[in-house]
T-cell receptor
Framework: SQKIEQNSEALNIQEGKTATLTCNYT??????LQWYRQDPGRGPVFLLL?????KEKRKERLKVTFDTTLKQSLFHITASQPADSATYLC?????????FGKGTSLLVTP | NAGVMQNPRHLVRRRGQEARLRCSPM?????VYWYRQLPEEGLKFMVY????????ESGMPKERFSAEFPKEGPSILRIQQVVRGDSAAYFC??????????????FGDGTRLSIL
């Protein structure tokens, strides 16, 4: 069955450092991959979408890579700030809807 | 430009009662998706609807759960005879067309359902 795995352990980093989150998938051949941010008590908010023929996508301090050979996406936040603390979800298309990973919690400390 | 609106934000029900969750999609969006998020679990797809039609309900339990998206008014997720295991956050998302894979979904802030 299709599976999406994200680091279950929370990632703690110091302000100013680069945070790197991993999303691995199996039994999938997605054409697109999406990343969302979710704050406690709120709904997911879309961040970035990357296509299978794109190796890398950037948006301000965010960078996403997509390696269809490794079946992996990496999500980077450069010059991290305490306001970046949240849970980050990766999602792949699955039929009509999205299939989400469980998310990785990021804590950026001053 | 109002986003996806869900109400109520919190709903408490006793076992055996009915729960009705409402979702108004973003203006101009005619495609609605319902997801459930259990504690420590990821978002799980339940049902996808267009106006007056259920397109895919493969993620929705066969019993006690139903969904609708009438021509006028919000989409409704209905849970009859609720049980403790129904306690979760229920999220609604909308999009302007059916091409989910290459466009973002816009989420509401969810309804937190608690069953006593």
């Amino acid at each position: 069955s299709q599976k999406i795995e994200q680091n279950s352990e929370a990632l703690n980093i110091q302000e100013g450092k680069t945070a790197t989150l991993t999303c691995n998938y199996t039994n999938y051949s997605p054409a697109y991959l999406q990343w969302y941010r979710q704050d406690p008590g709120r709904g997911p908010v879309f961040l970035l979408l990357i296509r299978e023929n794109e190796k890398e996508k950037r948006k301000e301090r965010l960078k996403v890579t997509f390696d269809t050979t490794l079946k992996q996406s990496l999500f980077h936040i450069t010059a991290s700030q305490p306001a970046d603390s949240a849970t980050y979800l990766c999602a792949l298309d699955s039929g009509y809807a999205l299939n989400f990973g469980k998310g990785t919690s990021l804590l950026v400390t001053p | 430009n109002a986003g996806v609106m869900q109400n109520p934000r919190h709903l408490v029900r006793r076992r055996g009662q009915e729960a009705r969750l409402r979702c108004s999609p973003m203006k101009g969006h005619s495609h609605v998706y319902w997801y459930r998020q259990l504690p420590e679990e990821g978002l799980k797809f339940m049902v996808y609807l267009q106006k007056e039609n259920i397109i895919d309900e493969s993620g929705m339990p066969k019993e006690r759960f139903s969904a609708e998206f009438p021509k006028e008014g919000p989409s409704i997720l209905r849970i009859q005879q609720v049980v403790r295991g129904d306690s979760a956050a229920y999220f609604c998302a909308s999009s302007p067309n059916e091409r989910t894979s290459n466009q973002p979904q816009h989420f509401g802030d969810g309804t937190r359902l608690s069953i006593l």
